[in-house]
């Protein structure tokens, strides 16, 4: 696919997905949300990406809803507008954030969605869709909470305030904060670092974390130990242990 409003990256096992539309702040059109979901497929589906970096062009990560198309939405057009913080959660390989501005409303929720974020020191944040007159849709009301808590939540929903990555960073809403010549190279290390690891065990370990923050803490114990089950069933495992005995690195074939 030919994309115009993103540009699709690979190197060395990581991918590199940036929204490209610098002169709207990467406005999320329907184009745009349409091409970032056939990059994800397309990464997704690439056996050599390990890992999938997701950043913006100019001072923007994602500045929220194009305004142009939200005026033209229509209630019925709710139920068919793509859940991108979940299509970002629910991919099965990890996916780190790189956030080099504004990261509000719909940018937000596709932030909250990653697993790991880095925030530039002049990244904002924000879901400042009750300034619409309308509520964000995108993950906002049911991830922020469980990432900052609820009274915190409801704070930046309710006002439409947006926060400096200093203060992101306080709540936990995300991992480190960095000047911007250190964002890409911070990100990249954790990228490297990630995608020297069994690529199977840390598909799994995933799958186990964001299931069970959806159950009670002993259905989450109990998700936890057959996943741990299918971890020892792989010739990752195998090598893995074989590897620590004999004091080399591992040859993870992610089997």
């Known amino acids: 696919m030919d994309f115009q409003n993103i540009i699709l990256e690979k190197k060395d096992n990581i ?62 057009d709710a139920h068919k507008i793509d859940r991108l913080g979940a299509l970002v959660e629910n991919c099965p390989k990890p996916v780190i954030a790189a956030v080099n501005g504004f990261a509000l409303g719909g940018g937000c929720e596709i932030v909250m969605g990653c697993d790991i974020i880095v925030a530039h020191e002049k990244a904002k944040f924000g879901q400042p869709e009750i300034n619409l007159g309308i509520i964000p849709g995108g993950g906002g009301t049911q991830r922020l909470p469980r990432l900052i808590g609820v009274c915190r939540a409801k704070e930046l929903i309710l006002t439409g305030d ?46 186990a974390i964001n299931r069970g923050m959806q159950l009670g803490l002993e259905s989450g114990l109990a998700y936890e130990r057959e996943m741990y089950s299918l971890s020892l069933s792989t010739e990752d495992k195998v090598e893995g242990v074989a590897a620590f005995v004999e004091k080399r690195d591992p040859q993870f074939k992610g089997k």
């Open 162 to 207: 947006i926060i400096s990555a200093q203060e992101a960073d306080r709540l936990g809403l995300v991992n480190k904060v960095v000047p911007i010549d250190e964002l890409m190279p911070t990100v990249m290390k954790i990228a490297g670092k990630i995608a020297s690891k069994s690529t199977v065990a840390v598909r799994i370990a995933k799958t």
């Open 15 to 76: 991918a590199t997905i940036t929204f490209n539309r610098p002169d709207a702040m990467n406005a999320l059109n329907n184009q745009t949300r349409g091409e970032f979901r056939a990059a994800m497929a397309d990464v997704t589906a690439d056996e050599d990406v390990r890992v999938i970096i997701l950043t913006g062009s100019g001072k923007s990560f994602v500045a929220g809803s194009d305004i142009k198309e939200l005026q033209q939405t229509m209630p019925i």
